[in-house]
Nanobody
Framework: QVQLVESGGGLVQAGGSLRLSCAAS????????MGWFRQAPGKEQEFVAA????????LYADSMKGRFTISRDNAKNTAFLQMNSLKPEDTAVYYC????????????????WGQGTQVTVSS
């Protein structure tokens, strides 16, 4: 059974940082592109970042470029999202995702999803 388990969310002040982790089990992470999406209350799911199997290619939503960094450690079957300079509008539930093939910005492209971790940024 495939499981993606996010951790590292919490409450942080504006301008602060958080590092999200996504621990995978039931699959070999090195065979999957990884992505992060988020969903704020009353809003649709939004692409955040994605990374290729080897980590050589990364994609970011425009509003996250320069503030967020996606990475992965295939040996530990774990992906990460480093979030700096956080803003109140970054408040959302953040989801880790995995798909075979290239990284994608489309929610429908991903095969596996975690349960999400809440990130709250206070002003």
């Amino acid at each position: 059974q495939v499981q993606l388990v996010e951790s590292g969310g919490g409450l942080v002040q504006a301008g602060g940082s958080l590092r999200l982790s996504c621990a995978a089990s039931g699959l070999t992470l090195s065979r999957y592109a990884m992505g992060w999406f988020r969903q704020a209350p009353g809003k649709e799911q939004e692409f955040v970042a994605a990374i290729s199997l080897s980590g050589s290619t990364t994609l970011y939503a425009d509003s996250m470029k320069g503030r967020f960094t996606i990475s992965r450690d295939n040996a530990k079957n774990t992906a990460f999202l480093q979030m700096n300079s956080l803003k109140p509008e970054d408040t959302a539930v953040y989801y880790c995702t995995a798909r075979g093939g290239w990284p994608s910005q489309s929610t429908g492209a991903y095969d596996y999803w975690g349960q999400g971790t809440q990130v709250t940024v206070s002003s």
